[in-house]
C-alpha cells in the first residue's frame, strides 16, 4: 500500500453514510447447495421464489444485505476525488488484467488497486461462476470492496459482516464463502483450430481501427482458448498480429471516428496500415478520372486501368 500526504479531512468525508433512498437490499443466500447452480438442494423448505423485500427469484433460504450500488459509489468517489483512478492488481502475460478462474475457466474474482487523493489500497471483486458480463460485475463489486477500505459504505459492510460473518463480498449470488483452495483442475483439451475462424480472426485484427475492436477480438481469442478450441501456436500467432496491428493503430494519426487522418499521416504510416500512400492515392483518382472520362458507357466499363496497383482485376460481370 502507498500513501501519501494528502488532506485528511476529504479522506474522511468518504465515511459518511448514505441516505436511505441510496440504499438497497442485497439477497444473501445462506444455504450452500442453494447457492450452487450445480447442485439440487434437497431441503423442502428451500424454494426458490419471489421476495416481496428485494423483489429477487431467490431461494427463500436468505438474508437481506443493505448495499450501495456501483453508480452512487463512483459518485461519492468523484465528489472526494475528480482524478481517481483504479487499475487490476496485476496483468497477464497479454496485458489484459489477470482473473481468477474457477475449474471450467469461468471468471470468478479480480484484485484490483484503487488511488484517492494519491493514497491507494487494494479491493477484490468476486462473482458466481457463470456470472452475465463477470467482467463488469467483478470490476464493480473490486471498486466497492476497494472503497470500503476508504471508508465509503462502511456502516454497511458493517451490518453484511454481522448478519453472515461468513460473507465477505455483499454482491456475490450467495451462501457461505468457499475459502478452500480448489485442487489443481486439467486444462481442457485442446482441440484443432477451425481454420476458417483462424483466417477470419487475421482479417478481422488487421482490418482494426481501434483499442476497443483489439480487445473484443482479444476476449474472443482467449475465450476459444479456455474452451480448447485454439491450438496454443495459433494464439500466440494471433497475439503478435494483435500487438503490430496495436502499434500500428496508436503510431498513426487518427479522426475522432477512428479512421485514419490522410491529411496527418505519413506515406510510411499509411502504408504500415495497408493503405494507399499519397502518391498512390494521386495515381489511382487521375486513372479513375481518366477512365471516366470516356463519352462511350461500353467502353468506359470495360476500360483496363493500367499499371494500377489497387485495381481488383477479373473481368465485367
Same mark, same amino acid.
Given at each position: 500500500?502507498?500513501?501519501?500526504?494528502?488532506?485528511?479531512?476529504?479522506?474522511?468525508?468518504?465515511?459518511?453514510?448514505?441516505?436511505?433512498?441510496?440504499?438497497?437490499?442485497?439477497?444473501?443466500?445462506?444455504?450452500?447447495?442453494?447457492?450452487?447452480?450445480?447442485?439440487?438442494?434437497?431441503?423442502?423448505?428451500? /424454494?426458490?421464489?419471489?421476495?416481496?423485500?428485494?423483489?429477487?427469484?431467490?431461494?427463500?433460504?436468505?438474508?437481506? @444485505?443493505?448495499?450501495?450500488?456501483?453508480?452512487?459509489?463512483?459518485?461519492? @468517489?468523484?465528489?472526494?476525488?475528480?482524478?481517481?483512478?483504479?487499475?487490476? +492488481?496485476?496483468?497477464?502475460?497479454?496485458?489484459?488484467?489477470?482473473?481468477?478462474?474457477?475449474?471450467?475457466?469461468?471468471?470468478? #474474482?479480480?484484485?484490483?488497486?484503487?488511488?484517492?487523493?494519491?493514497?491507494?489500497?487494494?479491493?477484490?471483486?468476486?462473482?458466481?461462476? #457463470?456470472?452475465?458480463?463477470?467482467?463488469?460485475?467483478?470490476?464493480?463489486?473490486?471498486?466497492?470492496?476497494?472503497?470500503?477500505?476508504?471508508?465509503?459504505?462502511?456502516? @454497511?459492510?458493517?451490518?453484511?459482516?454481522?448478519?453472515?460473518?461468513?460473507?465477505? !463480498?455483499?454482491?456475490?449470488?450467495?451462501?457461505?464463502?468457499?475459502?478452500?483452495?480448489?485442487?489443481?483442475?486439467?486444462?481442457?483439451?485442446?482441440?484443432?483450430?477451425?481454420?476458417?475462424?483462424?483466417?477470419?480472426?487475421?482479417?478481422?485484427?488487421?482490418?482494426?481501427?481501434?483499442?476497443?475492436?483489439?480487445?473484443?477480438?482479444?476476449?474472443?481469442? /482467449?475465450?476459444?482458448?479456455?474452451?480448447?478450441?485454439?491450438?496454443?501456436?495459433?494464439?500466440?500467432?494471433?497475439?503478435?498480429?494483435?500487438?503490430?496491428?496495436?502499434?500500428?493503430?496508436?503510431?498513426?494519426?487518427? !479522426?475522432?471516428? #477512428?479512421?485514419?487522418?490522410?491529411?496527418?499521416?505519413?506515406?510510411?504510416?499509411? +502504408?504500415?496500415?495497408?493503405?494507399?500512400?499519397?502518391?498512390?492515392?494521386?495515381?489511382?483518382?487521375?486513372?479513375?478520372?481518366?477512365?471516366?472520362?470516356?463519352?462511350?458507357?461500353?467502353?468506359?466499363?470495360?476500360?483496363?486501368?493500367?499499371?494500377?496497383?489497387?485495381?481488383?482485376?477479373?473481368?465485367?460481370?
Amino acid at each position: 500500500m502507498t500513501e501519501t500526504t494528502t488532506d485528511g479531512a476529504a479522506l474522511l468525508s468518504l465515511l459518511e453514510p448514505f441516505p436511505p433512498e441510496h440504499v438497497g437490499k442485497l439477497p444473501r443466500v445462506t444455504c450452500r447447495d442453494c447457492s450452487d447452480f450445480r447442485k439440487n438442494c434437497n431441503n423442502v423448505n428451500h /424454494k426458490k421464489q419471489r421476495c416481496d423485500e428485494c423483489n429477487a427469484w431467490v431461494s427463500s433460504a436468505h438474508i437481506h @444485505l443493505d448495499y450501495v450500488g456501483h453508480a452512487d459509489v463512483t459518485r461519492r @468517489l468523484l465528489e472526494t476525488d475528480p482524478a481517481w483512478s483504479w487499475d487490476p +492488481a496485476a496483468e497477464d502475460e497479454h496485458g489484459l488484467p489477470l482473473l481468477d478462474t474457477d475449474d471450467k475457466g469461468n471468471p470468478v #474474482g479480480m484484485w484490483i488497486k484503487l488511488t484517492v487523493l494519491g493514497v491507494t489500497r487494494r479491493g477484490y471483486g468476486s462473482c458466481p461462476s #457463470g456470472q452475465n458480463d463477470a467482467v463488469k460485475v467483478l470490476i464493480g463489486d473490486a471498486l466497492r470492496n476497494a472503497a470500503m477500505r476508504f471508508g465509503v459504505a462502511l456502516d @454497511l459492510w458493517a451490518k453484511g459482516d454481522r448478519a453472515d460473518p461468513s460473507a465477505e !463480498n455483499a454482491v456475490a449470488a450467495g451462501g457461505s464463502a468457499d475459502r478452500q483452495r480448489r485442487a489443481p483442475q486439467e486444462a481442457p483439451a485442446v482441440q484443432h483450430t477451425d481454420h476458417a475462424w483462424l483466417a477470419d480472426m487475421e482479417t478481422r485484427i488487421g482490418a482494426a481501427t481501434s483499442r476497443g475492436e483489439l480487445t473484443t477480438l482479444a476476449n474472443e481469442i /482467449k475465450a476459444r482458448k479456455l474452451a480448447g478450441r485454439c491450438e496454443p501456436v495459433h494464439e500466440a500467432h494471433l497475439w503478435t498480429l494483435g500487438v503490430k496491428r496495436q502499434e500500428a493503430i496508436d503510431a498513426r494519426p487518427a !479522426n475522432k471516428d #477512428g479512421s485514419t487522418s490522410r491529411s496527418r499521416a505519413t506515406d510510411e504510416q499509411l +502504408a504500415a496500415n495497408g493503405e494507399m500512400t499519397k502518391e498512390q492515392q494521386a495515381t489511382h483518382n487521375r486513372m479513375v478520372k481518366d477512365t471516366m472520362a470516356n463519352p462511350k458507357l461500353a467502353e468506359r466499363v470495360t476500360a483496363p486501368v493500367p499499371d494500377d496497383p489497387w485495381a481488383t482485376g477479373g473481368e465485367p460481370t
